[in-house]
């Protein structure tokens, strides 16, 4: 593990901090995380991140750094080894698209997680995260489990953290299509990930 003098502020059910913590984790690298509540220090978050959102990083001289693939983009640059971003082209295109299609469960998501159960908004937003996910299916390697071949990498972080998520809120795993579950439950599979969502694990199995 190498530590790294880098503030992360997160919290802990959000699913974009901790796809953030199971990169840091394959990278091996160590960050200080904290737990922070954007609703309490609004205006402290709004001069570090114009989004308001957690994970904000803070590098060592207080310059911020946000968003979840952002800070991980950062992270791959100044520390490329273990690589988790493909040297290829087309599959870092891919790693791109699977992150634009991750970017459209964004509004169903907390929509989702926070409908009282049996409510008709929790229903329309499950369909809603289901009909989102196809959009990843062109992208996905036929054979593999993982989204881009035999190896787990950096596309593995894009959507399985957010399924993820909605599955530990109840989200029904066979409402996902077969080849995402697939690749959900292979994410899962990983230590990195799969520590940090121990009901959504279970609920794949
Ligand atoms: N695109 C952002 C999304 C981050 C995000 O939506 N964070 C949520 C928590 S999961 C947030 O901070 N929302 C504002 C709030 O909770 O007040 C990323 O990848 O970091």
């Known amino acids: 593990m190498k530590k790294l003098p880098i503030r992360v502020l997160q919290r802990t059910l959000c699913p974009y901090s901790r796809r953030l913590r199971a990169y840091v984790s394959e990278k091996q690298l160590e960050l200080e995380f904290v737990t922070f509540d954007p609703d309490e220090h609004q205006d402290e978050l709004a001069r570090m991140n114009p989004h308001h959102e957690v994970p ?3 590098l060592p001289d207080g310059s911020p750094l946000y968003d979840s ?6 992270l791959e640059d100044a520390h490329p080894e273990p690589r988790l971003m493909p040297k290829d082209a087309v599959a870092r295109a891919r790693t791109r698209m699977l992150y634009d299609v991750a970017g459209m469960l964004g509004p169903a998501l907390p929509g989702f997680v926070r409908a009282p159960k049996d409510h008709p908004e929790r229903l329309r937003r499950a369909a809603e995260l289901a009909a989102e996910t196809c959009h990843a299916l062109p992208l996905l390697d036929d054979v593999s489990d993982y989204a881009l071949g035999a190896e ?3 596309a593995d972080l894009s959507l399985p953290p957010l399924l993820l ?3 530990e809120a109840g989200l029904p795993a066979d409402s996902l299509p077969t080849r995402v579950r697939r690749w959900v439950t292979a994410a899962a599979g990983r230590p990195s990930l799969g520590e940090l969502f121990p009901e959504a694990l279970a609920a794949l199995s």
């Open 69 to 74: 693939l952002l800070i991980m983009e950062y």
């Open 165 to 167: 998520r909605a599955l």
């Open 152 to 154: 787990f990498g950096f």
């Open 56 to 58: 904000t990083a803070l």
